[in-house]
Each structure stands twice: as C-alpha cells, then as structure tokens.
C-alpha cells in the first residue's frame, strides 16, 4: 500500500488537523536534509522527503487511549533532527527495513526514535527493537489510534 493510497478514519484527520495538518500542507525539507547529511551521514530519500514534505515539524499529542486499543497512544514529534547522529543506531537495528532508514521524528518526548525506510514503511526504534508502525499515512493512524499494523 502507497501512503497516498491509505485513507484516515476521521477522527485521524481531525486529530491531525488540530495539529496542523492539512491536505494541501507542504514544508521544505532542505534545511533537515543538509543538517543530517553534514553532521550524520544521512542521505534523504524520496519517502523521507515526500513523508517529511507533508508532515515534518508536526507535534502531535497523543490520541484517546480507549478501550480496545492494542497499544498505548502517545504524542509524537515529527522532527527528524532527533535522530541526528543515530545513523550507526539505525543500521544497527534497523535490519527489518527496505534499503536505508532516515529520522522523521520520535515518540513520548524522546523514548523512541521514528525512522521511515525506502519502501515508506515507518519503524519505532528504541532499545534494541525495531518495531513496524505501517506504511505512510497509515503509521500517522496507528500510532494515533494505538493499533498494532496488520
């Protein structure tokens, strides 16, 4: 699945509005690309800039934590410089993933790390664990919504 092709529920797209997001919402990822590249080695690629493009610098708060949910919702922050520096870290284990992972940002103020691969999947990295959020959009949900990707 294509991250254009995955639709939000609506609470998702409300969520995400509050936030800032709309769907017209482009930023430059210039400024992320040359920093991470100078001082960590990363080497943007198209996911990353087209995930970054529409959703970098984003903050948002967690989600509804309800009954049901397979995982806890937590606020996460879509700035890719906190993975500055953490190149060795990803490779490291990032073993699951489609080509080189790159930062897009981290959740619950930090105790993990957010990284998308070549193929825009999403991975939540902390401790030793590289763990599959979903493809594009659809992380943006499941991390909302704390669902666990089929």
């Given at each position: ?12 797209t409300a ?5 800032g ?9 210039s400024a992320?690309e040359e920093?991470?590249?100078?001082t960590?080695?990363f080497?943007?690629h198209?996911?990353?800039a ?14 509804p934590?309800?009954?049901g ?5 937590d606020?996460?922050?879509?700035d ?8 060795p870290?990803?490779q ?9 992972l790159y ?5 619950a ?8 691969d ?6 939540m990295?902390?401790?030793?664990h ?7 959009r ?5 991390l909302?919504l704390?669902r666990?990707?089929?």
């Open positions: 699945m294509s991250a254009e092709a995955y639709h939000w529920p609506p609470e998702v969520h995400m509005t509050a936030a997001w709309s769907p017209e919402r482009r930023v430059d990822v992320w920093e991470l590249s100078r960590s080695g080497r943007m198209t996911a990353a087209r995930f970054l493009a529409e959703f970098g610098g984003l903050k948002v708060p967690e989600g934590n309800e009954p949910q397979q995982v806890a919702s606020e996460f922050d879509l890719p410089l906190e993975g500055e520096k953490m190149r870290y990803f490291r284990v990032g073993r699951a993933a489609v080509g080189e930062p897009i940002g981290s959740v103020g930090g105790h993990a790390l957010l990284a998308i070549e193929a825009e999947t999403v991975f990295l902390f401790g030793d590289c763990r599959r959020i979903g493809v594009g659809e992380a943006i949900a499941n909302i704390g666990r990707p089929q």
